[in-house]
């Protein structure tokens, strides 16, 4: 039996702030288990539900040296839906009415801490991976450890490590005295070819630097990172790691997002039945939203942390000028940036009817945002995968995307003269670009709602399981452990 370990700062059910929690949360689930036995370590953070925190069991504790302080590691284990996940309890670190919090050295500080407690508690847990598989910056100090510190001791060596970039973006920086004193490495880590970063120290240039393989959640992000554009200044690291890097493109959890059996949506409906029930799930949220309740207006869905990353300066640029000329419904739900919360709130509120802002998060009005909706917009600037863009492909809600990263592996352009095609997309990162395409996939809808069918047909055929990539994944720890 292979073990594999992943450690990563959020995973569903436990804890969801974006899509890195959907594939932590499902991905293992979908590994061959008659051959491997892959675990979770995630936090437990103060702000886990009630309901959530009543799976853990409490296992054990132990103090460790953390920043010259005897530290209290507590272990907590749970089994969901077939994996063993393990929570590390320290209520210093985990406190907070959310996961992250803007405090740069905080942050840093209650990684480091998760990442080497989440070494520390295996052998304590009677658990030694062959592959422990790090997910983003938070745990990117995990392969630097195991070739540093952990590498002296026997239950360590030869454990391999995978560093997998769910966001480039997001790095985990600050001086180099400080990540430093954090860290406890010495000096000779903070070279330009480890951890150094200009003038700073930066934690995901370790883990890419160390890990003995790097992955990314697609296959056109993996190529865009080398590039100056999408490389975040990690663009000669990642060149120079080519034959160590590849693009898996993530799936979703099949069964959570099924509209045939999905309990959030007020009316269940598949493949062949979509054309008459699908309408019934827009006809509740117009209700439920107060929109105008009228079958024939097309509705087009956002469902997104509302950041520049997504695209929302270009939504924001065309906004007045759609919906002033065309005859839509936007309903949008997402939190983010103030400049963009405020933005849709002040729309809801000149096109009432029109445009429905919701600024909070929920899972239910998310599963019903991509059952209602005909499209799903989702402008990315630059977007590793997306997950968003699979769950309304799934749910026969047809995604309008700009061309980039995991958007551009996944949504097959509209070819009318073809009749191929899963969506409708723009290559060049403008507001008019994607204003345009907006209203071809609108004449679509208005004027061929035939041939608009056909694409949901299409678009409900794809598969965005785990099937595929987990196999992928599978492969490459077959290759690293030997
Ligand atoms: P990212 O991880 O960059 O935010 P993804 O498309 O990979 O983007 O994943 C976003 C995930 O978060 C999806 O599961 C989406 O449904 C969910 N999500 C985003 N905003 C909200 C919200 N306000 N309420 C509920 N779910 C949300
Ligand atoms: C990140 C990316 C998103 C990706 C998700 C899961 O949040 O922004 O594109 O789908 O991670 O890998």
Redesign the pocket.
């Known amino acids: 039996m292979k073990k594999i370990l992943f450690v990563a700062s959020e995973g569903v059910p436990f804890i969801k702030t974006?899509?890195?929690a959907?594939v932590v949360g499902s991905l293992p689930k979908y590994y061959d288990k008659r051959y491997f036995d892959a675990r979770v370590i995630l936090p437990k953070y103060m702000c886990i539900k009630e309901e959530m925190k009543s799976m853990m069991q409490y296992k054990t504790h132990f103090y460790m040296d953390f920043l010259g302080q005897d530290e209290y590691v507590g272990v907590l284990e749970a089994q969901y839906e077939g994996i063993t996940y393990y929570f590390i309890d320290n209520e210093k670190y985990f406190n907070g009415l959310k996961p992250y919090s803007d405090n740069v050295v905080e942050e840093l500080s209650k990684f480091v801490f998760f990442s080497k407690a989440a070494l520390s508690i295996l052998p304590v847990v009677d658990f030694r991976p062959d592959v422990v598989h790090c997910h983003d910056w938070q745990t990117a100090i995990i392969p630097v450890y195991l070739k540093e510190r952990f590498a002296a001791g026997e239950f360590y060596q030869g454990m391999k490590s995978v560093m997998t970039i769910h966001?480039l973006k997001f790095q985990g920086i600050y001086d180099i005295k400080t990540v430093q004193r954090i860290t406890g490495l010495d000096n000779s880590y903070f070279a330009p070819d480890k951890l150094a970063y200009f003038k700073d120290g930066n934690l995901l240039k370790g883990g890419l630097t160390y890990a003995d393989a790097i992955t990314t959640v697609s296959q056109t992000y993996a190529e865009e990172i080398k590039t100056a554009f999408y490389g975040e200044k990690l663009e000669g690291l990642l060149t120079a790691r080519s034959n160590d890097l590849r693009g898996i493109v993530n799936g979703i959890d099949y069964d959570e997002y099924n509209p045939e059996t999905d309990p959030y949506i007020v009316r269940k409906y598949n493949a062949s039945n979509f054309r008459k029930e699908k309408i019934k799930n827009k006809r509740d949220l117009q209700k439920q939203l107060g929109l105008e309740e009228n079958d024939k207006k097309m509705m087009i869905g956002i469902?997104?942390?509302l950041t520049d990353?997504k695209g929302m300066d270009l939504v924001s640029y065309i906004m007045d000028e759609m919906l002033s000329q065309d005859d839509i419904q936007l309903v949008v739900?997402?939190?983010g940036e103030e400049q963009y919360e405020n933005m849709f709130r002040h729309f809801d509120w000149k096109y009432h009817g029109k445009v429905s802002a919701n600024i909070?998060?929920?899972?239910e009005?998310?599963h019903k945002v991509y059952a209602a909706c005909d499209a799903f917009l989702m402008p990315s600037l630059f977007e590793p995968?997306?997950?968003?863009q699979l769950?309304s492909l799934r749910y026969g809600t047809i995604p309008i995307v700009r061309e980039t990263g995991g958007l551009k592996d996944t949504v097959e352009p509209y070819n009318e003269y073809e009749s191929k095609g899963t969506g409708f997309s723009f290559t060049n990162y403008n507001a008019h670009e994607m204003l345009a395409t907006i209203r071809y996939a609108e004449k679509i809808y208005y004027d061929k709602k035939r041939e608009w069918n056909k694409i949901v047909d299409r678009a409900m055929a794809t598969d965005y399981s785990w099937r595929v990539s987990a196999s992928k994944y599978q492969e490459m720890y077959d290759w690293l452990i030997g």
């Open positions: 974006g899509g890195l959907d966001n469902v997104s942390r990353q739900l997402g939190t909070y998060y929920s899972e009005l998310s995968c997306g997950l968003s769950m």
